[in-house]
């Protein structure tokens, strides 16, 4: 037997087909690899997060689609899936596109292949551009270790709640954000983790204005604050710095300001607690005895 196979092994039932996650550039297309190109031209359906980009892409690369083409996206998802998965059990090659980077990645994509495990139907990737990836990269932050937190919510007390989950996360973590609500992400982000934290701001990736600006929160949020930002975001952020737990008594101002944005007493202290390394119930005993 080969050690060193240069296709990933068939599962399922023998007559099934396959899905793909192919990754698409995510600005500059030349970064699209020769099995992308090969693929969208031979493949029996391509499952598009949106149809147009699909054509802007293959229309740059030169090549036509022979297959069938399907708009898969967040709206239709639930209810293509199940179709999809029907079409690979009678034996078609489906390769899954987004707009850019890898499918399931924060884009639609999880629903097919949770479904095609399910199902015993084999799935495979082409892997390629990754935002996630790139950004983590240029940001000359830590990357060891990471993770990805995808956009946090747009309202104000939903995301002061996630980025409390997050205020002890020793882990560069990366996240997505819209342009126009970059400045109230960078202004929550320095409220909850402080102005020095380090961050790189990361826009328009591979394209021809890319722009990478790195610094403490406080000189970026300033910069934000004065700026016309545009095009693709992508903010990393430095994780927590190891801190002494202290007393609960220490802690209790902590509680009290999530408290005053809305987050419920015990959520409050259970981040708070996690974060600094206290006994939740000693702090939730010392917030008590304050009031």
Same mark, same amino acid.
């Given at each position: ?17 396959? &899905? &793909? ?18 693929? %969208? ?11 147009? !980009? ?6 740059? %690369? ?6 069938? &083409?399907?708009? =898969? ?31 399931? $990645? ?5 629903? /097919? ?22 950004? /983590?990269?240029?940001?000359? /932050? ?16 939903? !995301? ?44 328009? %990736? ?5 722009? *990478?600006? !790195?610094?403490?929160?406080?000189? /970026? ?13 992508? @903010? $990393? *952020? ?24 809305? &987050? ?7 981040? @708070?607690?996690?974060? *600094? !390394? ?5 702090? =939730?005993?010392? $917030?008590?005895?304050?009031?």
């Amino acid at each position: 037997m080969d050690p060193h196979p240069s296709t990933p092994p068939e599962s399922g039932p023998a007559a099934a087909g396959r &899905i &793909i996650l192919a990754a698409t550039p995510i600005g500059n297309t030349g970064d699209a690899s020769a099995r992308l190109v090969e693929l %969208l031209a031979t493949a029996d359906i391509v499952a598009a997060e949106d149809t147009r !980009r699909l054509h802007r892409l293959v229309q740059s %690369l030169g090549i036509t689609v022979a297959g069938r &083409i399907i708009s =898969y996206h967040e709206h239709n998802e639930a209810a293509k899936t199940s179709e999809l998965l029907d079409q690979v059990r009678t034996g078609s090659t489906l390769v899954m596109v987004t707009d850019a980077g890898m499918p399931s $990645v924060s884009d639609p994509g999880f629903r /097919l292949v949770e479904g095609a495990v399910a199902a015993g139907l084999t799935v495979t990737a082409v892997p390629g551009p990754s935002a996630v990836l790139t950004a /983590l990269a240029l940001s000359g /932050l830590p990357t060891d270790r990471f993770c990805f937190e995808g956009f946090l919510p747009r309202k104000a007390g939903e !995301r002061a709640a996630r980025l409390a989950e997050l205020a002890g996360e020793r882990r560069t973590m990366v996240f997505f954000e819209a342009p126009h609500r970059l400045e109230a992400m960078l202004r929550a982000l320095k409220e909850r983790f402080g102005a020095d934290r380090r961050v790189a701001v990361c826009r328009e %990736l591979t394209k021809t204005y890319e722009e *990478v600006l !790195r610094g403490p929160l406080g000189e /970026l949020l300033q910069w934000a604050e004065n700026s016309d930002v545009r095009g693709e975001i992508a @903010v $990393v *952020v430095a994780g927590a710095p190891e801190q002494a737990a202290g007393t609960p008594e220490d802690h209790v101002a902590a509680v009290n300001d999530l408290v005053a944005q809305g &987050i419920r007493l015990k959520e409050a202290v259970a981040a @708070v607690a996690e974060d *600094v !390394r206290v006994s939740k119930r000693e702090l =939730y005993s010392a $917030v008590l005895a304050a009031r």
